[in-house]
């Protein structure tokens, strides 16, 4: 079987295994009982019908209509397999509607009509307006659906988008503006090449226009050649773009000679290797057919190296994907309660998506696309959609532009609860992590990374040096870490680099001195206590002990013994204290969740659980979050009388309720009462956690806190911050291995406000 027989059939099982097709309904409200279902139908729902009737706009406060979008085809124009009919288009619809749930967290119901009358079309589109907060426009051939588009924008009082359109404008203006910068041209003097006189040409070269250039130097081709005034065959929106700069004879091989920029919206293998040759220097080239591009990247790319080279396709750099734009520019456009998709909505997503590119990219992303490190230039010019900061950089411009320009019916007032808002409705509740972040930028302090000679160490300090949320000093052989720098492509200029075993002779024998008196009782010999200074985690770690760091950060290429070693060797542990212990943090859709002790302790004994939960009790309150505290095992309560585990649990509590009456915590309980408070208000009353969930748990050994904390971590696939050393003198966060540059980043800029703290 080749390769494209492989791809249909498991095409055809992926949309037909298990429940048929992409999408389903799920309800969002209780329906377990009688009463729940007299709320939700008869008789209790006659109360929001009422107060809608009364006051039309309720609509949007109690149903689900402001956040729901109608994706809308005929099926005659249905990606690059023409017209299909409507039953055939289904499948894209569907997955249209996954793309809006999954990127924007819009629901989305799917409609097929059976119609190419365009009134037709249009009456059926108008009387579903009470339905939908906005309505997506698919898959409609041209020049029906000009007509279509701009009839429902003017006569519907919700954004209306023909994504075929305007997706693709928007997404290429972005990559323009960019690759434009890159080259160091002007929109406003470059020549256009457009092949194709589509939809997507057409309203390409609208959104260029609106960018800055000019139509005089816009040329585009149809299949019976330039869009000239003196031809008498152009039908739909073409006549817009006809231009008499050329003879009305002039052929595509013969117009792009010395263009700036080439879009294809054409077919395959239209643009060939000896045209490119002729184009100016630093030409642009979108190739954009599907699935076949006007030329191959390789073919173009083969013949000019100073080529910036755009085509639809995953497999290349540059890809231009409407997923970048439609799920975002909607979900702007509802949030303000707009009536339409205007032009300055649209100019703001190129903007937005022009400058995320410029940004740091996250490493999940590099991840996803099998590269180390990339950074704005000739193969990264618009970001990549699995770029998780899109909702968050497009939805806010879109609504911004929406409001500025007055078709809102709904104002946004505070952007950072707005942005974290957005954060959440991808199940990323991030507000733990903006707080941590916020607090690092007031005072960024001095933080010593020991594994300096990793990449995703290199990464993350940059990362938090352009953020302004440390200092970094990087410890390992100066060499190496400046060859891996510039091998990346890395910015640290700047940047201390110390290599422990080159440091100062003073300072190695004055940090060797202090060793000795610390562990020469504990083992260690004069000469040994100097020759373990030369290791990074040593140096570091007494760095920080002599002022000359004010946190540490390790663990990335050693185990967790190793790098916490030095840190209780040399640091210590807080006065009064019998151990130190550790804690994940998990970004649940709960909100955080904080477990300890996942790393340290095997058995605590009650004294060392009353100890545990007090640190971690100490330390979700530095995040302005009241602890709410489960002690956690397999009995509720006293249902199991005997057990050592429970008897510890339940002592430890009682200790607790003792010292701090005021305090939230209970136990012991199973570990689904503490999330079920509902449960807990019926079976167990009395209990602190009844009136809410828990949001710190405590295990009653080592071998149950890492096993939840490992599974939940992997099953839920949710973002974790850890493990966090509770009770050390001095801020030291030690990494697990092989960190990625997310997480060593947050458990710099954590480091950084626990040394902000011990100021």
């Not at 696939?717 to 947050?746: C, H, T």
Request: glycine share 6%; charged share 25%.
């Amino acid at each position: 079987m080749d390769k494209n027989q492989n791809l249909n059939k498991e095409a055809l099982l992926y949309h037909s295994k298990g429940r048929p097709g992409k999408i389903e309904v799920i309800p969002t409200k209780e329906y377990a009982n009688q009463r729940d279902l007299s709320l939700a139908y008869s008789p209790g729902v006659a109360v929001p019908c009422l107060a809608i009737a009364e006051n039309k706009d309720d609509v949007y406060k109690y149903t689900a209509k402001g956040n729901l979008v109608a994706v809308i085809s005929n099926g005659t124009a249905v990606l690059g397999l023409g017209d299909i009919g409507p039953e055939a288009s289904k499948p894209v619809m569907e997955g249209k509607g996954l793309l809006f749930k999954i990127y924007a967290d819009i629901d989305v119901f799917d409609i097929e009509l059976n119609t190419t009358d365009v009134d037709e079309f249009i009456r059926t589109v108008k009387i579903m307006e009470p339905t939908f907060g906005g309505v997506n426009l698919e898959d409609i051939s041209a020049p029906a659906c000009f007509e279509i588009e701009e009839r429902l924008k003017k006569e519907l009082n919700i954004p209306v988008m023909h994504d075929d359109q305007h997706g693709t404008a928007i997404i290429s203006a972005a990559a323009l503006v960019n690759a434009l910068e890159i080259v160091g041209k002007d929109i406003e003097k470059v020549k256009i090449i457009v092949n194709g006189a589509g939809a997507s040409a057409i309203s390409c070269s609208k959104l260029y226009v609106s960018l800055g250039a000019k139509k005089e130097n816009v040329f585009m081709f149809d299949s019976k050649g330039l869009i000239h005034p003196d031809r008498d065959n152009l039908s739909g929106k073409k006549a817009d773009f006809v231009n008499d700069n050329m003879a009305p004879e002039t052929t595509l091989s013969q117009a792009i000679d010395g263009a700036d920029v080439f879009i294809g919206l054409s077919r395959g293998g239209t643009l060939k290797k000896e045209m490119v040759k002729t184009m100016a220097k630093d030409c642009i080239v979108f190739a954009m057919a599907n699935p076949d591009p006007e030329i191959t990247y390789e073919d173009a790319t083969s013949v000019r190296k100073d080529i910036i080279m755009a085509t639809g396709r995953s497999d290349y750099p540059n890809q231009v994907n409407n997923v970048l734009g439609f799920p975002y520019i909607f979900r702007g456009a509802l949030d303000v309660k707009s009536s339409e998709i205007n032009e300055a909505m649209k100019l703001a997503a190129v903007h937005a998506l022009a400058d995320l590119a410029k940004k740091q990219v996250p490493e999940m992303v590099n991840l996803a696309y099998g590269t180390d490190n990339l950074t704005f230039g000739k193969d990264y010019i618009i970001p990549k959609p699995v770029d998780p900061r899109l909702l968050t950089s497009v939805a806010p411009a879109v609504a911004k532009a929406a409001m500025d320009s007055g078709v809102a019916k709904a104002n946004i007032t505070d952007w950072d609860a707005y942005e974290l808002e957005l954060s959440k409705r991808l199940g990323q509740d991030n507000s733990l992590l903006k707080i941590i972040h916020n607090k690092a930028k007031q005072n960024p302090k001095r933080v010593v990374f020991a594994d300096a000679e990793n990449l995703n160490v290199l990464k993350a300090a940059q990362e938090v040096m352009n953020e302004k949320l440390a200092i970094p000093i990087l410890l390992g052989n100066v060499e190496t870490v400046k060859q891996i720098i510039e091998t990346n492509s890395l910015d640290l200029n700047g940047v201390e680099i110390l290599d422990p075993s080159q440091a100062n002779p003073k300072i190695l024998d004055d940090y060797g001195n202090q060793f000795y008196e610390l562990r020469k009782r504990k083992g260690f010999t004069h000469d040994e206590a100097h020759g373990i200074m030369k290791r990074r985690s040593y140096f570091g770690a007494m760095m920080l002990k002599n002022g000359a760091a004010d946190a540490m950060i390790g663990g990335q290429t050693r185990n967790y013994p190793e790098t916490i070693r030095p840190a209780l060797q040399i640091i210590g542990k807080r006065a009064g204290l019998r151990k130190v212990s550790g804690m994940y943090i998990l970004m649940s859709r709960f909100g955080p969740l904080f477990l300890a002790d996942t790393t340290i302790n095997f058995d605590p004994s009650v004294e060392e659980l009353v100890e545990i939960a007090e640190l971690a009790a100490e330390e979700v309150r530095k995040f302005n979050i009241t602890p709410r505290i489960a002690f956690l095992t397999y009995s509720n309560f006293g249902s199991v009388a005997e057990g050592p585990a429970p008897m510890r649990m339940r002592a430890a509590v009682a200790e607790l309720k003792k010292k701090y009456p005021d305090w939230i915590v209970d136990g012991e309980m199973q570990a689904h009462l503490a999330f079920d408070h509902e449960l807990l208000k019926t079976n167990h009353p009395f209990s602190d956690l009844a009136d809410g969930s828990a949001n710190t748990f405590i295990f009653p050994n080592l071998s149950s806190a890492n096993i939840a904390y490992n599974m939940v971590k992997e099953i839920a696939d949710i973002e974790k911050i850890g493990p966090i050393v509770m009770g050390l003198k001095k801020p030291v966060k030690i990494l697990q291995m092989g960190a990625s540059v997310r997480e060593i980043v947050n458990m710099v800029s954590l480091a950084v406000v626990d040394a902000q703290r011990s100021e």
